[in-house]
Structures are given as structure tokens and as C-alpha cells.
């Protein structure tokens, strides 16, 4: 995730750091060329049609519907993981602060802790589809065929011999269960989003239909604007095309774009909030590297 | 479902199978057809009405309207059931954590879970309207009127018989009939969004008033557009028949069509889930076949 | 409810059942005529103001903030009062599962099912204001100023002899009022909808705009359109008069129009799915007549 | 509130009761003598400049923008206080149902339920800033700085000395508790809605731009539409500072304005449901007077 | 937050207070310049170029898309803070009576509750990124690395005191610990909320459509409008560019903006509610500053 803050008036201008404008230059690139040459062809031959703005509107309906839908629907899922993690920080220091109200042994307590940490680095690995470590948090159960799943197996059977040895009641039970269902929650919800995107179909219809936008622009200007057209064209396709380009990052919040959500972090967040339960010495938080969060 | 990474330049002008193309060509085709006898009939007569934009915004305030509500209406209700069954997964596997907690004798841990498997593939079938096969999971329940209610009353009997054995406790039987409530509700949601389709006359008001646009394209592009309106025509009917086609078929998301949701793979992963809690090895994870995944 | 597949090319043409059609076709013959005698006026005298398209648009800016804002709140309220008779019938399952893991003594389990049918018909009948029949499940509660609640009543009652007589413990007895609770709030729900309309002031500003905006279309289209204005006028009178009659129709969920929820059915299906629990034979699910579910 | 049935042709043209007609008459007659200025003024010299639409539609995003936005905002608001006082009527009747199940001293339910119903009017009187009665439901907290709260405490002040003399066990002190708590989050997001208006920025942006755009709007029309310009410009005014005023009165729901919630109403109803728990006779429901229901 | 009533027709004109004009002034003075060069140009040479209302028109789409977009994105988590916090003032209420009911030592009663005051005001200042006092409740967590999470843990602390000494039973460890957790769950929302801005790329193409649209206005404009053009110039610019200023405020709604959420006022509600509580007086309530709410 990129960390700025607001842009003041030189950056409006000028940055390209959060910007997508990296990503886009070579389509802004071609259609800008594409519009020269319209404008070179309509001033040296008859050969160019020309599109009244009627015409042109139609596409504008076509492009608003879909453009609008899918930055909605891929904001949406990227607050929805938001959500889902932050849900899942809130889950571990209450755990947190659960087992010791109602886990008598220590030993016990500190096992379930690490292993809740060992779930949601395995979790934050399988979404991302990282190689797990050899060491470190989540490292036990990189060998499992679910590895997130088999982290939380783990807490919860460490829950179920407490109960057995009873170092934990009825009550601390059941509450400790639910906790350990909503973590389970939120990571299947996290599941849902990575595995199930936006219909495909959609990406299709905003590409084509930003295209041709942007390609059927010149014949639209080219009669009024002359050899403003090229400049519009540039204009226009940034627009558009970086929109485009946006919502298909934010879709995908667990990858590793530049907009995609910064869950090292937040795993660290979690050890810092889980270490003084522990007794260990915090770690320090991670900070973001040129803006960049990770 | 399919599952494509995101398209680039080549797919996005040649991609076919995720599209709708091969469903609305024949609508597009008549509607070329129809352009092209629009504009050779103007340049032969003088008999076509011409319509000026402010006539034909009209129609774009109507259809922007309908297309704009079904496409949200549509996607809501399939991201609705998706996340019923995103639930339903996680239900599956805090019950199987949570029976490992509460119950105390094996045998009867291993056929609630068994029981909890025929109610996922039963709830499945019975919301494709699929025949039951005669052996694999939910098989037993084949010959009742509503077998996903009757396995999921399996469960609660099975969980009844426990607690009068002893072999759960009053906190175990309260958490696990909340979890068996957690799943009948996704179930009757899922039930919901099938039985009650988006209303009818929306269907009619999205058809009739894209129908209206596309065939009164040409009387509104002919004059200044000449002999580009059947392009036109063909791309713009592509647009919005494509999108009504979308939306028909995400408003059923419980169907076999290319966007309905991979029924399929959510059970196998529920399957993969349970097998270590019932000490069976874990069968495969589905993989999509030609980019669709069932 | 309007049960129908998706429309074929045929029925788009021509349905009439489960369209508007039939409800706004006065209105439509009126603008009609109204777009007749313009443009008959326009061809014979110069007394016709024209409306440029400019002054129109002010129109269709008000017209699709008041429609879009109005259709999205009736079906807000449709899919709202759907979600909690969906959740009823969620309720009732799960009370049937339920009295049969805490409650011990089988008589008195089947009189709080058989009560928690009552609650549902009596719920369905004060909604519907439909008189309560002699005989039937509700029937015994026709009397009392507020049916549904005395019937929920009843069945809070039944809980509290079963908890005083021991044949249900704590676990259960909280369980199954927090099953109850569930059950009042869907039919408070309910009633919320039924009582608070949607603000009368956007029915006015809906149909008035409506109105002028029809009223003042063949002003805008006689100079260019001509003899077309009238068939115009009666396309664009369908459509938007058809689409405020629609929002009209969803926002009273629960009457008795085209749109309306099938209650009948839902009533039904929870006394197919508790009949088991009852030890009764399951009665028949409602069929559609003439595509229409009650 | 409002309660009319929908309104029919007659209606449409006439109602004012319900209507913003008469907020809005004085600014609608200024801008029509303004229009008429403008005209005549047109008419005699050629000072008066024209905006061609282009310009104009400049403001039509804007106003749609805001409009819109504001629109949306101010109803959810509406919606979501309604919400809250149908949480507090279903809260109230399922712990009176729950008192009765879990409560064993008669005496001390009387007392929960009495002091229940002066939490809900001291919520509804510190809610729309009247002055406390005398006598009646909530008059006993009146000299409270926070008499919901007060009254609130009183009940759980109740539920305390009733565990304290064991009528009441944990299960039930639980399932109490946890309805009180209901309640409190009922009534601190009534609050809520009370103290966080809508940014006061947003009423300024919508009036600012309402009263913009139909002081600009007959330049726009002058020149083509001629003397029916102060017509349309009436009309105009009429339906964009109409809806301004709606949004004014929508966003304030707690108020006494024509379209406020019927907090008496829900009162009453609560009082009635709760007079069989309570062995008192039931009062009448409120009726609504020339439509409008406090 | 500014609390003010509804603008009367003077305000509308003249309120400076609660509006973003100070913010803006600066660069609607650099439009308006612009604007008038390009009138003067325009009148003095012919190197203006003009552009036609439909390839202006563009710039319109992406511009309401974006606005829209971000407008509402912006609001939503301005609200949803507000949310939270109601949440965590219903909270602490119910805390209070909650371990009045539960609790039997009354010294560790009133521990727990100023341990909860501790936390919420440390929450506030951790939040607005303030330096914690010396004195006053928050103090003794101001040296913590993460002062919230130390303070919660503190009464989390005291709550596990109170079950070893047997002051608080299963239930009311339970009943107490949900509580913490949701207070918790609210305290990670915000932190969500203060560390996950709107996507960086959004400001950027907020800012960059808004600055263009106004660049280009005076050329869409300068043929028809002529030295009206400034003044139009001028209104835009405060329309979009005010309405960016305003979304950039209401995105961060724990800021020291004047439309940041009143925390202090929050707090201050708290104290005054958990006074009874704790036997001591209760504070005033803050009163807003020249309209300005801390």
C-alpha cells in the first residue's frame, strides 16, 4: 500500500510513485500516435468519417456503466479484506486476553498465543502465495496441504486438551471456540475474495469498451479540435486507462502491487500487540520503504 | 466460473470463451443486418426519419437506468449466494474443530461430520436440481422431498443422541447447535436467492428497452455517420445485450452457466478440510478445465 | 411473485403477464393522443412552442435522480422483507432441531411447534390484513388485538412451563429464547416495512416529474421527429410510468399485487419442513398458477 | 410522518398536504419573477447573455452530484433511525417475553417491564428535546441529565438485586444482560443520528448550487423558449428545492417535521405489547390525524 | 465537527464558517485569471482554440465518476468512524452495568471502570496522534508502545483478578469478556480506518480530472459566454474543487479538521455517563466553539 499524504500542488503535476502511470504509458503511448495520424490523414485526404457527438455519447453510457460498477465493486473487495484482516487483529488480542481471563496453565497459554501467530503468518503466505520459510512463524506447517487450516487445527486441539486436563471450564471454552470461529471466518472470507474474482466477463467489457473509447475519440474531436486532438487523446486514455488499471490492482488485494493491502505489516502488528501476553520483547513495527508498505 | 488472469492486449481483442459473444451473436446480427438496410434505404429514399440526440438521450436515460439497478441487483444477489457458501465452508470446519472440543466419544465426532458432508452435497444438488447419485456423500438423503433440510436434522439428531449419552455437555450442545443453526440459515439464504428470482418485469423493462436502443441506432447515427452505422451498430449491441446477458446469468448463481458458481470446488474443499478431522486422506482440490471451474 | 424463465424473443414482444403493461396502458393513451394533437397543431398552426434540447435534459436530471433514488429504495425494501421471511423460515427449522436437542418431554415439544406455525399464518394474515379463518394454524389467535405477538407469546409461555417443570436446563432455555428473540425481531422487521411507507413527498415528486416529463416530450420531438412523436411518446410513457408502477408494487412487499412476496408458499414450506419434527405427513409445496405464486 | 395511500391522478396535480409545497412557494416565486425579468428584458435590449448548453450542463453535474449524494445520505439516515426504533420495539417485547421465562419473583417483573417503558418515552422526549411530564411513563427521570440512561440503569438496577435475591440464575442474568445491552446500542445510535448531522458543508454545496442553477437557468432558456421560460423555471425550482427541503427534513429524523419518524406511535405500540405481560389493560394504537402520524 | 442549523437564505449566501471556501480561495483566484486571459486573448488574437461542449463533455464523465466515486467512499468511512465510536460510548455504558450486575466487589468495580475511561481516552489521543498529559485519565499508558491495547489489557487484567478471587462467576466472565472484545473490535475498526487511507491513486485523479476540467473550462466556454466566462470560471471551480477539499477531510475523520469526528465531545459523554457508576460527579458536557465541535 502506498502511504502519502495528500499531493500538494507540485505533485498533482508530477508524481508517478502511487501513480499508475508506469503501467499505462505504452497504451497512452500508442492511442496518442493513433490520433496524429487521424488528425495528419483528415487534413491531407477526405478519408476520415466523422462522429457527431451523439454517436459518441452512446459509448459514453456503455463506459460509465461499466467503469463505475467495477471500480465500486473492486473497492469493495479491497475494503472487505481490509475489514477481514483487521477483524482478524482484533481476533488475536482478544484471544489474547481471553486465554488468560479463563486458561489457568501458562504453558498452555503461551503455546495457544505462538500458534495463533503461526495461523496468521500461514494464512498471510497462502494468500500470497509465498514459499513458506524455514523457520519463524507459520514455518511448522508450511508442509500441510492448508496450511492456515492446519495452524488453526493446531490451536484448537491445544484448546481441546486444556479442556481435558481441565485448566479450562465450560464457559472459557465456548468463549475461546468462537474466537477461534471467527478467526476462521475471516480467513475463509479472505479465501472467498482471493479465489473467487470478479467475473471475468467484466474485465473484457471495461478493456474493449475503454479502448474503443479511446480509439474512436480522434474521429470525435478531429473536426473542432484540430492538433489538440493528440493531447486530449493522451489525456483521455490516462483517465480512463488508469482507472482500468486501479481497479484491477484493487481487485486483487492480496497480491503485490503497489495497491494491494500491506499485510506484513499487519502480521507484525499482531506480534507486537500478542508479545507483552507472551512475555517477549516486542518487535518494531515495519515502516513503509518509499512510500511503499508491504 | 472462470478462472483467467487478468487479459491482455491479444486476449482482450480475441478472447471468446468467458465472453458472452457466442450467446448474443445472433442478436447482433440482426441488428447489423438491420443497419444496413437503414443506411441503404436512406442513400435509395428519402423515406427514413431521422432522429436527433436530444430524441434519443431518452432512450439513454431509460436504459441506463434499467441496465444500471439489474447489473448491481444481479451481482449483489451472486456475491450474496457466494458468500452464503463461503460461510457454509467455514461452518464446516469450526463444526469439525468444535465437535473435536465438545464431543468426547470418536465414533459419534466422526458421523456428525460424515452427516455434515451429505448436507453440504445434498444442499447442492438440490440447488442445481441435479439427479442424486446412488453412493458418495448425500446419497442417503436422495429420496427425501427436501434432503438437505434431512441431513442437516441428521446432524441435530446425531448431536441429541450425543447429549443424552453425556458425551457432550450443556456449553458443547449450546455451540454446536448454534453452529448447526449458522448453516441452516447460509442454506436458507442460498434457498432465498434461488426461489426468488430478481422480479420478472425487470427482465422485460432491461430486454424490451436494450431491443428499442440497437434498433433505433441507425435512424439516429444514418445522416452523419453513413456507412460506419452498422459497425456501430454491431459494437453498441454487443455492449448492451452482452451486459443484459451477463446479468441474466449472474442473477442465477446456482445454475451451470459460465458464471454461476463452482459448486463443485467449494464441497471438494470442504471435503480436503474434514478428512483430517475424520482421520481419512484428503482427496484432490478440483482444477478448472478449459478456464472453467464447476 | 411472477415465477417465469428468462424471456425468449417472442415473449419479449409480447409478454403481458407479469408485465406493467395492463396498469399504465390509460396513461399511455392519453400521452398519446396528447402527442397527436400537437403535432396535428404544429402542422396547421405556428402556435406550438419547440423545446430545445438543452431545456429537456433539466427534466431528465430530475426525472432519473427521483427514479433511480425511488427504484432502489422499493426493492431495497422487497429484497429487505424477503430476507426476513427467509429468516423466519430459517427460525423455525432451527427451532425444530433445537427443541429436540434441549427440550425432553415430547408433548411439549410439539405444542411449541405447532405454536410457532400459529405465529408464522397469524404474522402472514395481520400483514396481509386478511381475515383469520375459523379453523387452521393461527385461527386461535384471530382474536387478540396483535396476533402474531400473542401467539409468540404463546410459545414464550410453553419455554417457561418447560424450564419450571425441569424438562428443559439453562443451556436450553437460554438457547431457545434467543431463538425466539430471532423470530420476534424478523417479524418486527416486517412490520417496520408494512408501517413505514416510503416518504409520500418522493410518490409525489416521482409521478409528477413522470407526468411533465411525458407531457412535455412532444415539444421537444414535433420539429424533428414529426408524425414518429405520438409512437414515441407512447415507447417513453411505457417506460417511465411503467417503472414508477414497478417501484410502487415493491415497496409494498407484503399487499397482495403481482410483485408481492409469496408469503402463502413460505408459510407452507416451514410446515413442510417441521412436519417431521411433528410426526405429521408433509403437505404439498405451492405450485404457481398461471405463473403466479401467492 | 405521512400516511396516505398512493396517490391517484387527482392527487398528483393537487396534493399539498404532504407535499413541500408550501416550504418552497416563496422561493419558487422568486425565481419566476426573476425569469420574467430576464425575458423582458431580452425582449427590450440586447444585454442580456445567452448560455449556450454546454455551459449549463456543467452545473447539471454538480447539482446531480451533490443532489444525489445528499439524497441518498439523508433517507439511509431515515431508514436507519426507523431501524433502531423497530430494534427497540422488538427489544422490548422479547424482554418481556424473556422476564417471564427467566425472572421468578412477579413483583420484579412488573417492575423490569414499567421501568422499560420509561426508558423508551424518556429516550423519545430527550430524543425530540421536549419537556418531561409530570406524570406518565419516563416522568420519574425527568430531572436526570441523561434520562434514558437513568432509566436504563434503573432497569438493570433491577435485573441486579433480582440475581442478588436469586430469582433470577447466571443463565438468565446473561441472556437479561445481554438484552439491556441490546437496547443501549439501540439507543446510543438514535443518538448518534441526533448529534452527527450531516456535514454542515454538504448544505451549503446542495443549496448553493440549487439556487445556481435556476438563477442561471433562464439564460439558458431565453432565447429558444421564449415566454414560456418563467413556467419552466418554476417548475424547475420546484423539483430541485423541493427535494432539497425533503433531504433537510429526511436527515433530521428525530424532529417534528411532516416527515419525522412517529415515535408516539411506536411508543404506544410498545405499550400495548407489553400490557399482557404486565396484567393491564391495553391502550388504543395511535391513529393518524389528517394523514399525519406523530 | 461544525454544528450549525440549517442555512437560512442569508447564510446560504455569506457562510464562510463550516465552508471549504478559505481552503480554495487560492486556486479559484488562479482560474479566474487564467479565465480571463483566455478571454482577452481570445478577443485579441485567434489562437484560441475552442472546444465543442461533446469533447468536453469527456472530461465530465471521468470527473462525476471520480468525485462520485471518492465522495462517497469518503463519507462512508467518515461514518462508519462515527459508528465505531457510538459503538464504543454504547459499550462502556453497558460495561457499567454490566459489572454492577456481575460483579460482586465493588472496589473492583470501580478499578475496571476507570481502567475503561483510561482506555478510551488513550484510544483518542493515540488516534489523533496527540501527546498524552501527565495527569488525567490515559495518563499512566502515555509511555506504552501501543497505549489502547495496554490500557484494554489492563481491565482485561482486572477482570482475571476478579474471577481468581471469585468476585465474578463463569457468566459474568463470559458476559465481560464479549464486552472487552467488542470494545476491542471497535478500537481496531478505527485503527483500520486512521491506517488504511483511500488508495493514493484516487487523490491523484481526483485532483488531476478536477485541475483540468477547470483548465479547460474557459476554452469549452469563451466563444458563447464571453466575459461571463471568469464568473462561471470561478462557481466551478469552487463546486469541484470545494467538494475534493471536503472528501480530503471527511476521509480522514480522526484529523483535527473541521469536519473531523468530535472525540473529545465523545469522551467527555463517556465520562459523564459512567459517573453514577463510580459515585462520583459528573462533568459538563463540551459545548461547540463558534459553531466548532472538538
Same mark, same amino acid.
Given at each position: 500500500?502506498?502511504?502519502?499524504?495528500?499531493?500538494?500542488?507540485?505533485?498533482?503535476?508530477?508524481?508517478?510513485r502511487?501513480?499508475?502511470?508506469?503501467?499505462?504509458?505504452?497504451s %497512452?503511448?500508442? *492511442?496518442?500516435?493513433?490520433?496524429?495520424?487521424?488528425?495528419?490523414?483528415?487534413?491531407?485526404?477526405?478519408l476520415?468519417?466523422?462522429?457527431?457527438?451523439?454517436? &459518441?455519447?452512446?459509448?459514453? #453510457?456503455?463506459?460509465?456503466?461499466?467503469?463505475?460498477?467495477?471500480?465500486?465493486?473492486?473497492?469493495?473487495?479491497?475494503?472487505?479484506?481490509?475489514?477481514?484482516?483487521?477483524?482478524?487483529?482484533a481476533?488475536?488480542?482478544? *484471544?489474547?486476553r481471553?486465554?488468560?481471563?479463563?486458561?489457568?496453565?501458562?504453558?498452555?497459554?503461551?503455546?495457544?498465543?505462538? =500458534?495463533?501467530?503461526?495461523?496468521?503468518?500461514?494464512?498471510?503466505?497462502?494468500?500470497?502465495?509465498?514459499?513458506?520459510?524455514d523457520?519463524?512463524?507459520?514455518?511448522a506447517?508450511?508442509?500441510?496441504?492448508?496450511?492456515?487450516?492446519?495452524?488453526?487445527?493446531?490451536?484448537?486441539?491445544?484448546?481441546?486438551?486444556?479442556?481435558?486436563?481441565?485448566?479450562?471450564?465450560?464457559?472459557?471454552?465456548?468463549?475461546?471456540?468462537?474466537?477461534?470461529?471467527?478467526?476462521?471466518?475471516?480467513?475463509?472470507?479472505?479465501?472467498? #475474495?482471493?479465489n473467487?474474482?470478479?467475473?471475468?466477463? &467484466?474485465?473484457?467489457?471495461? &478493456?474493449?469498451?475503454?479502448?474503443?473509447?479511446? =480509439?474512436?475519440?480522434?474521429?470525435?474531436?478531429?473536426?473542432?479540435?484540430?492538433?489538440?486532438?493528440?493531447?486530449?487523446?493522451?489525456?483521455?486514455?490516462?483517465?480512463?486507462?488508469?482507472?482500468?488499471?486501479?481497479?484491477?490492482?484493487?481487485?486483487?488485494? *492480496?497480491?503485490?502491487?503497489?495497491?494491494?493491502?500491506?499485510?506484513?505489516? %499487519?502480521?507484525?502488528?499482531a506480534?507486537?500487540?500478542?508479545?507483552?501476553?507472551?512475555? #517477549?520483547?516486542?518487535?518494531?513495527?515495519?515502516?513503509?520503504?518509499?512510500?511503499?508498505?508491504?
Amino acid at each position: 500500500m502506498i502511504i502519502r499524504d495528500r499531493p500538494d500542488t507540485w505533485q498533482i503535476l508530477t508524481a508517478v510513485r502511487g501513480s499508475v502511470l508506469p503501467q499505462v504509458t505504452p497504451s %497512452i503511448l500508442i *492511442f496518442t500516435l493513433i490520433a496524429c495520424s487521424v488528425v495528419a490523414l483528415d487534413r491531407l485526404t477526405p478519408l476520415v468519417p466523422h462522429l457527431n457527438s451523439g454517436a &459518441y455519447t452512446v459509448f459514453g #453510457i456503455g463506459l460509465s456503466l461499466f467503469l463505475g460498477f467495477r471500480n465500486n465493486a473492486a473497492y469493495d473487495r479491497w475494503w472487505e479484506a481490509r475489514k477481514n484482516w483487521g477483524g482478524l487483529l482484533a481476533d488475536l488480542r482478544s *484471544f489474547a486476553r481471553e486465554v488468560e481471563v479463563f486458561v489457568d496453565d501458562e504453558a498452555r497459554r503461551r503455546e495457544m498465543l505462538s =500458534l495463533s501467530l503461526d495461523f496468521l503468518h500461514a494464512h498471510r503466505m497462502a494468500l500470497r502465495r509465498l514459499p513458506f520459510p524455514d523457520t519463524g512463524y507459520g514455518a511448522a506447517f508450511g508442509s500441510s496441504a492448508a496450511p492456515a487450516c492446519a495452524a488453526l487445527n493446531a490451536v484448537s486441539d491445544a484448546l481441546g486438551r486444556a479442556r481435558h486436563e481441565a485448566s479450562v471450564d465450560g464457559f472459557g471454552a465456548m468463549r475461546l471456540a468462537e474466537r477461534l470461529a471467527s478467526m476462521n471466518l475471516h480467513q475463509a472470507n479472505c479465501e472467498r #475474495i482471493a479465489n473467487s474474482p470478479l467475473p471475468f466477463v &467484466y474485465s473484457l467489457l471495461v &478493456y474493449r469498451t475503454s479502448w474503443l473509447y479511446c =480509439l474512436l475519440l480522434p474521429l470525435a474531436l478531429v473536426q473542432d479540435t484540430g492538433w489538440l486532438t493528440p493531447i486530449f487523446s493522451a489525456v483521455v486514455a490516462y483517465m480512463f486507462l488508469g482507472l482500468a488499471e486501479v481497479t484491477e490492482e484493487l481487485s486483487h488485494p *492480496f497480491g503485490r502491487s503497489k495497491n494491494a493491502l500491506p499485510l506484513d505489516s %499487519i502480521c507484525r502488528a499482531a506480534e507486537i500487540s500478542l508479545a507483552p501476553h507472551m512475555n #517477549i520483547p516486542a518487535p518494531e513495527p515495519l515502516a513503509p520503504k518509499g512510500h511503499y508498505l508491504s
